[in-house]
């Protein structure tokens, strides 16, 4: 059974449908990079599996739980308290790192940890030297976000829900708004995730990134999947125009061969 | 050429009388500040209300009390409770009931301001680690709201601290009610209000330089 499981997923803002039916299955493990041009839905579809968007049609299951919406019988929004839990299990991060600026790099991290997971303070704070340390950031524990670097704020913010212990890493177009510079850092320390086995859906146009460390690459059109594959099936056999087109926007790296 | 002789031993003689009356102002200000800003925290959220039957009430207590004179609402409380039946309290009880309510409406105001500008950045994140609903309001959104709000909360303060003097019109012995007494008993006019003036200043300034540190203190939002 895949980890997780899309199926038919429409969302409409008013009379705009921008998802139109998206089927994706994503297996233990994956990093499964979803590319394609800003209004494709990529982004959207990302804030619906954790309920940061509604949608008004289809399924989405976590390890065959129906997750937002009741299973079976009408169509109806989970409780809040049941959608919190849900979305314990599914880490994520944001263009804009969204950090809680009135607390400390080691404190942002500890919050989930201590009210969610019912840590003691203690093996929170042991748990959150641990990541901090992990994304290299061991000497920055008692910086304000305001202290720290955009590369810093967004490898807290990585800390912050990896700490978590999701089944699952959402990571939202989460170098654009990084000076290139600091990019790399960033895209370090997802590598090294990828690596330990977290399973990933990441939104991004750091093709690289995704020719690298992607196992899967989806290109999103019109609210669709329009292909999906290996990074070399999608980035170099492109079956349509219009990813053809996309691809050529990265000067040429990309394309078929 | 001005024909007045300043005798200041008279204020000297009646010093513990003034530092008295001006930490009774003082205190009425502070308790009406707490009580206000939880009431006005309450208001803020029912004007925030998706249900016209919970910020409609809301939004017209806060306009009643923002377009009436405070010496109005005073005079109200104080005479028209007991003619309601409401006898037990006194002037100063009556009287932090009155700027309570009043320093309330105008809490509502700054903290309805800086729920609406609080990013929605920030509850997403908690949203996104899990935490339900109040625990995001209480870990997140409350304490980044005070931090942005705080420059606001810190003018109320100042304010109430002024309205205080309004207490003298129903004879509760703070500054102005004290300056007047002594003014009465003394007929040094010029002594007693320059006196009662220079303290309000002093203290009302202390207030502004001492929340300014504060304020430093906790501006992490930027």
Redesign the interface.
Known sequence: MALLSARDIHKKYDDTEVLKGIDLDIEQSEVVALIGASGSGKTTFLRCI???EEYHQGRIELEGESIGYTASGRRRKLG??QI?????????V?Q?F?????MTAEANVM??LT??RGMSNAEAADRARHWLDRVGLADRRRH???QLSGGQQQRV?IA??VA?EPRLMLFDEVTSALDPELVAEVLAVMQDLARSGMTMVVVSHEMLFVRDVATRVVFMDGGLVAQSGTPDEVLHNPQTERLRSFLGRFHGIFGPV | MIAYNFNWAVIWRNWDAFLGALALGLGLAVVSLVIGTIIGLFLAYARLSPSPWISRPAWAYVEFIRNTPLLLLIFFVYFGLPEIGIYNLDKIQSFILTLSGYAAAYMCEVFRAGLASMPRAYGEAAKAIGLRPWQRQRHVVLPVMFRITLPAVSNNLISLFKDTSLAAAIAVPELTFTARQINANTYRVIECWLTASALYLVTAYAIAIALRQVEKRYAVVR
């Open positions: 954790n309920l940061l809040e308290r919190s839990a849900q979305r314990a299990k599914i880490g994520m944001f804009s969204n950090l809680f600026p009135h919050l989930g009210k969610v304000y976000p305001y913010a912050r829900a978590m």
